[in-house]
């Protein structure tokens, strides 16, 4: 029998939810992420359910890693700004974020970065809308998609935002 | 913030279980024992939440022991008088509803 599969499949960045939903699925059925690439994702055997696997965007920083690991959780790997972890079910509940007010950070720093990206994007694409080179349409482009992935990050704030008004 | 601003569920954990030195694994486990399992602190965002008390003052983190890789942190005064004052206004909360819930 194998014991390793890979898996390629491309998310959206408003996407990361349904992401994390199919590495849990995999888990579920005994197939545990084992490290990430490009639009890859690469599993190993595992017992049905044995574990837990989340995601979530942060920029590099040893000292969060440290921090998950102290708290029993397996660092898995990292790809563009997005980190993942897993943990043993038998080692209790394994979520990133506890209440409203840190998901709606983690939505505030996906839309900084995308933000970042998009404001860059339509520089260069004006700049070179105006030179010989013409390829400024590109950048105009990738802009405007980028502004709209912000737009579907910012409703799911938006959401959040009103559920806060509640409850914690 | 303002004064008159509640605090989180978990701002007011964390600052309850830094009254003494605590790392952050230690502050998950208190935080559940002390409300019976009802409030867990999950890893992403008692770490935001660390960060930003730190920004804050209302907590410090305390110089890492050598052979020691768990940062510790704890209480500052600042962090003190707010705890002391959350407690106050969730008592108030408390006795309210007590009172009304009686009249009725």
Redesign the interface.
Not at chain 2, 39 to 44: D, E, P, S, T
């Given at each position: 029998m194998e014991n390793r599969m890979t898996i390629r499949k491309w998310y959206w960045v408003w996407d990361f939810e349904k992401e994390e939903n199919l590495l849990n699925e995999m888990a579920m059925n005994g197939w545990v992420l084992e490290s990430v690439g490009f639009c890859t994702y690469h599993f190993i055997r595992c017992e049905p359910g044995e574990y837990n696997v989340r995601t979530e965007m942060h920029p590099y920083d040893e000292a969060y890693v440290q921090f998950m690991q102290d708290t029993g959780a397996e660092y898995v790997g990292r790809m563009m700004m997005w980190i993942y972890f897993r943990k043993k079910t038998a080692d209790g509940k394994f979520d990133l974020f506890s209440d409203i007010d840190s998901r709606i950070s983690h939505l505030d720093k996906i839309g900084r970065v995308l933000s970042a990206i998009g404001g860059a994007n339509l520089l260069i694409g004006l700049v070179n809308s105006f030179s010989p080179a013409r390829f400024g349409w590109i950048n105009l482009v990738c802009a405007t998609f980028l502004m709209y992935a912000l737009g579907r990050i910012h409703g799911k704030k938006e959401a959040l935002e009103k559920e806060r008004l509640l409850r914690e | 913030m303002p004064d008159s601003l509640a605090l989180?569920?978990?701002t007011y954990y964390i600052l309850l279980s830094l009254l003494s030195p605590q790392?952050?694994?230690a502050i998950?486990q208190q935080t559940e024992e002390m409300s019976r399992g009802r409030?867990?602190?999950?890893?992403?965002?008692l770490?935001?939440?660390l960060n930003s008390l730190c920004e804050k003052g209302w907590i410090i983190q305390l110089p890492v022991e050598d052979g020691s890789?768990?940062?510790e942190y704890r209480l500052t005064e600042k962090g003190k008088a707010i705890l002391v004052h959350e407690i106050e206004r969730l008592r108030e909360l408390a006795d309210n509803g007590e009172r009304k819930l009686k009249e009725a």
């Open positions: - | 989180t569920e978990s790392h952050g694994y998950m409030v867990k602190l999950a890893a992403g965002t770490y935001g939440a890789r768990r940062k």
